[in-house]
T-cell receptor, first 112, second 114 residues
């Protein structure tokens, strides 16, 4: 079973709101990722967690804050976002970094 | 120069025909190669890993040419459901201390027509 789940599927938030995106996998994968994808562009890596430790932060603004509470869960905390942050946010997991990755269905975020 | 380059297409393919397209990568130290497919407004799904000897999965064949630094994907007997964007993904391992990260191409759009 190669399933990664993400909640919520859709999120609309104002620029002053605080919200969180959640990602879960039960495949025993030890690497988890957050990507941002704009329309007609490839996914853009934001963060990598390997064995529950943040290993890559691709110079993402601090209004995005990742958290890995355990090996199955990954959160992305959002605060004071800008309209240009509207995008599809994808979570992925991998048996180990940086081998084949399995993506969740994504959260479509709109910032108003 | 981008690390991974793809022809954006679209490749318009009649149903039942064969289509092939390539992806070039710039880092000769690249070690792992994958093809993903992505449907409109959906997540990328792993289609196949690409091995040095080439590999086949049903109607899909992937090849790796390390000398010329490209990988290819061939789809035989195209189905309407093959219409998607195909993403080429490459891992580079820049140093012995780093496992590198996956680099995504911008994708090749394939449109299969009845």
């Amino acid at each position: 079973d190669t399933e990664v789940t993400q909640t919520p599927k859709h999120l609309v938030m104002g620029m002053t709101n605080k919200k969180s995106l959640k990602c879960e996998q039960h495949m025993g994968h030890r690497a988890m990722y957050w990507y941002k994808q704009k329309a007609k562009k490839p996914p853009e890596l934001m963060f990598v967690y390997s064995y529950e430790k943040l290993s890559i932060n691709e110079s993402v603004p601090s209004r995005f804050s990742p958290e890995c509470p355990n090996s199955s869960l990954l959160n992305l905390h959002l605060h004071a976002l800008q309209p240009e942050d509207s995008a599809l946010y994808l979570c992925a997991s991998s048996p180990r970094d940086p081998y084949e990755q399995y993506f969740g269905p994504g959260t479509r975020l709109t910032v108003t | 120069r981008k690390e991974v380059e793809q022809d954006p297409g679209p490749f318009n393919v009649p149903e039942g025909a064969t289509v092939a397209f390539n992806c070039t990568y710039s880092n000769s130290a690249s070690q792992s190669f994958f093809w993903y497919r992505q449907d409109c407004r959906k997540e990328p799904k792993l289609l196949m890993s690409v091995y040095s000897s080439g590999n086949e999965d049903g109607r899909f064949t992937a090849q790796l040419n390390r000398a010329s630094q490209y990988i290819s994907l061939l789809i035989r007997d195209s189905k309407l459901s093959d219409s998607a964007t195909y993403l080429c993904v490459v891992n580079s391992r820049p140093t012995t201390d780093s496992w590198g990260k996956l680099q995504f191409g911008a994708g090749t759009q394939v449109v299969v027509t009845p």
